[in-house]
């Protein structure tokens, strides 16, 4: 496999940590990845609102909120202990605790698989058995075929892959209604799609750290100049599927007025970066963050016009 180019020099293995309670502590909560966690969470709340076609019952949010956060801490746990040999190496994850030894990858995984059970307990018992059978799936998902069959083996690990982090909008919806319909699923490819320009933006900021690994992100193996294409081709199938949701959910003007703003605004941004990806390899000159962060809020404001248009329309 061919790599675009050179691997960044081997890094220096940080020396064993002495530890502070405190250090433990937070070494424990960086495991759940809290920022991933912020994100999943973003696309479940507001579905749960616009489920509830207004404010659904505080007490089943919380129970969905808490169920949630522990799937997903879990499902990062297990995805830090796998992958710890790639973390030593690469100088974006060398900091997290198993590389600094401050965990033992054994407490990690009891951990991890501590978390797992009880947040399905918590979705079970306080929610619904659809919500925690679907967080089971998810978390299953991403470490059992994620994690430890598409990272390493194929380019196409983060489109496949991603199907995880599409399961949160699935749950909110089944936590208030108890079942699936084709609302909660256009939601779902809302976030399938914007998987991976997301990740390969992030990935081309970091495919040195990817390649020394030899994990083969698209960005790795691919000239920036295709991923951008790829990223501008993905970036039109998320805003056309976005739109979607109006005439299969019925919403109020408000949600698809954002949806379009915010599909413009973002596609925008993506021809920008196809663009400046012309004949260079130079990231300071494609800069691929730009896209990541406009990426984060898109989704950001996306879901929250999902949860405003029924208050604002219904």
Same mark, same amino acid.
């Given at each position: 496999?061919?790599?675009?180019?050179?691997?960044?020099?081997?890094?220096?293995?940080?020396?064993?940590?002495? +530890?502070?309670?405190?250090?433990?502590?937070?070494?424990?909560?960086?495991?759940?990845?809290?920022?991933?966690?912020?994100?999943?969470?973003?696309?479940?709340?507001?579905?749960?609102?616009?489920?509830?076609?207004?404010?659904?019952?505080? !007490?089943?949010?919380?129970?969905?909120?808490?169920?949630?956060?522990?799937?997903?801490?879990?499902?990062?746990?297990?995805?830090?202990?796998?992958?710890?040999?790639?973390?030593?190496?690469?100088?974006?994850?060398?900091?997290?605790?198993?590389?600094?030894?401050?965990?033992?990858?054994?407490?990690?995984?009891? *951990?991890?698989?501590?978390?797992?059970?009880?947040?399905?307990?918590?979705?079970?018992?306080?929610?619904?058995?659809?919500?925690?059978?679907?967080?089971?799936?998810?978390?299953? *998902?991403?470490?059992?075929?994620?994690?430890?069959?598409?990272?390493?083996?194929?380019?196409?690990?983060?489109? @496949?892959?991603?199907?995880?982090?599409?399961?949160?909008?699935?749950?909110?919806?089944?936590?208030?209604? !108890? +079942?699936?319909? @084709?609302?909660?699923?256009?939601?779902?490819?809302?976030?399938?799609?914007?998987?991976?320009?997301?990740?390969?933006?992030?990935?081309?900021?970091?495919?040195?750290?990817?390649?020394?690994?030899?994990?083969?992100?698209?960005?790795?193996?691919?000239?920036?100049?295709?991923?951008?294409?790829?990223?501008?081709?993905?970036?039109?199938?998320?805003?056309?599927?976005?739109?979607?949701?109006?005439?299969?959910?019925?919403?109020?003007? *408000?949600?698809?007025?954002?949806?379009?703003?915010?599909?413009?605004? *973002?596609?925008?941004?993506?021809?920008?970066?196809?663009?400046?990806?012309?004949?260079?390899?130079?990231?300071?000159?494609?800069?691929?963050?730009?896209?990541?962060?406009?990426?984060?809020?898109?989704?950001?404001?996306?879901?929250?016009?999902?949860?405003?248009?029924?208050?604002?329309?219904?």
């Amino acid at each position: 496999m061919t790599y675009v180019g050179q691997p960044a020099s081997a890094v220096s293995q940080p020396e064993p940590a002495r +530890a502070t309670a405190g250090d433990v502590v937070a070494a424990y909560v960086g495991l759940t990845k809290p920022r991933v966690i912020e994100l999943l969470l973003l696309t479940t709340v507001p579905v749960m609102f616009f489920a509830a076609r207004g404010i659904p019952e505080l !007490g089943l949010v919380v129970a969905t909120v808490v169920g949630g956060t522990l799937s997903a801490g879990s499902a990062s746990a297990l995805n830090c202990v796998y992958d710890r040999d790639i973390d030593e190496q690469m100088r974006r994850t060398r900091r997290r605790a198993l590389p600094r030894h401050i965990v033992s990858p054994r407490a990690a995984l009891i *951990f991890g698989l501590t978390l797992g059970v009880v947040s399905t307990v918590v979705l079970a018992v306080w929610v619904n058995w659809l919500s925690a059978g679907l967080s089971v799936l998810a978390n299953a *998902f991403y470490v059992l075929v994620y994690t430890m069959v598409l990272k390493r083996r194929t380019t196409q690990n983060i489109v @496949w892959g991603g199907l995880a982090g599409c399961f949160p909008a699935l749950i909110g919806w089944t936590a208030v209604t !108890g +079942a699936l319909s @084709w609302v909660p699923v256009v939601l779902f490819a809302v976030v399938f799609f914007w998987t991976p320009p997301h990740t390969w933006a992030l990935a081309l900021r970091y495919r040195e750290d990817y390649a020394n690994v030899e994990v083969p992100m698209l960005p790795v193996v691919a000239p920036a100049r295709v991923v951008a294409r790829q990223i501008v081709a993905y970036s039109w199938v998320m805003v056309a599927t976005s739109l979607l949701l109006w005439p299969v959910a019925g919403t109020g003007a *408000f949600y698809p007025l954002a949806a379009a703003v915010l599909g413009a605004v *973002f596609l925008v941004e993506a021809h920008r970066m196809w663009r400046r990806s012309a004949g260079t390899e130079d990231l300071s000159v494609i800069q691929p963050m730009r896209l990541f962060h406009s990426s984060n809020l898109y989704l950001s404001l996306l879901f929250v016009a999902v949860a405003l248009d029924p208050l604002l329309t219904g």
